[in-house]
């Protein structure tokens, strides 16, 4: 993926809150050492890499690529990076840019899609209620949802976020087939 080096991206993604920490990076690769998905990957995710990046103002390579939602946010990195950079804000404020910009992947889409629309990321199915059944456990799951769906749609629409699961559903309406004609 060719990329060119953005000084105005760079210096925006600087502004945002928690990303000026990024300038005491000095590259040591602590942060990549330390990472769980990192050593998953095979080093294909590569935290101290996206600093790098970020620093180059590599916007392109950064947005556009996937890899950069690998991070499952487990804070080893802030833990241990002897800078203190605050790398787990920077990857927020990244993956909220690649949002702005519609790099989102699929899965992600469908995560924040259900979560607006049922209160949790994984809806009940009827395989799962007829497996606690089978365990003895509570069938009621509505009751057990902490925020109820509608103040968390009421929380999600003042955020922004209902807007942007709006744009989601509609792009997969106008990606879906046709209804072919009834005979
Ligand atoms: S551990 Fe900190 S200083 Fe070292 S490469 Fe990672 S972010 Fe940079
Ligand atoms: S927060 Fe992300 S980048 Fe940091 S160690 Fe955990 S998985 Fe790796």
Known sequence: MASTIDFD???KLLKMH???SLTYCYQCGTCSGGCPVAKET?????PRR?????????KDKLIKDPVLWQ??????????CPQKVELTEIFY??????????????????????VFDNGVAVPYMAPMIRARKELGLEQNLEENIVIPVQELQTLMEATGMKEIVDKFKAEKSA???????SE
């Open 50 to 58: 996206i600093i790098e990046k970020s620093l180059l103002g590599m």
């Open 42 to 46: 095979n080093g294909k995710y590569n």
């Open 18 to 20: 928690g990303a000026l």
């Open 175 to 181: 990606a879906a087939p046709a209804p072919k004609p």
């Open 93 to 114: 404020v990244l993956k909220n840019l690649a949002v702005k910009e519609g790099f989102v992947p699929d899965a992600y889409k469908a995560q924040s899609t259900a």
């Open 71 to 80: 991070c499952t946010l487990c804070d080893t990195c802030d833990e241990s």
């Open 9 to 11: 991206f760079r210096n």
